[in-house]
């Protein structure tokens, strides 16, 4: 029989200008919420490789004290998706912490609304 006890859901978000992490449990309770700009970081260097790499180790290091197992699920488009995937799974010296990763990135098939020209 599976426990479910030690089962948590990582969602990420990412925006154009920020990173969302939540961790929750089955029931649906958070048991860990970070964003970038909780460092006190503003503007455009809190999307840096070391301010990102900050806060998935920090994830990684709540998961491994609690010796939690995990289903990821990613959403959002950023240039940085790949960096915050590596350094949690360098974090982690076997997969079988990894239960699941699924990307629900909503992506339109007829294109992305242009935006509109500026009018001086």
């Known amino acids: 029989m599976l426990s479910y006890k030690n089962n948590v859901f990582i969602l990420i978000l990412f925006t154009p200008n920020n990173i969302f992490t939540t961790i929750i449990n089955y029931n649906k309770n958070i048991l860990y919420k ?3 700009g909780v460092n006190k970081i503003k503007g455009l260097k809190k999307l840096t ?3 990102i790499k900050n806060i998935s180790n920090e994830i990684s ?3 491994k004290d609690f010796n939690f197992k995990f289903h990821l699920k990613l959403k959002g488009l950023n240039k940085f998706k790949k960096i915050v995937l590596k350094t949690i ?3 982690f010296k076997r997969t079988d912490f990894v239960l699941s990763i699924s990307d629900e990135t909503i992506i ?3 294109g ?3 935006k509109k ?3 001086l």
């Open 34 to 36: 970070k964003s970038l």
């Open 49 to 51: 490789q070391s301010s």
């Open 61 to 63: 290091n709540f998961l």
């Open 89 to 91: 799974f360098l974090n």
């Open 108 to 110: 339109p098939y007829n």
């Open 112 to 114: 992305c609304k242009r």
């Open 117 to 119: 020209k500026r009018r």
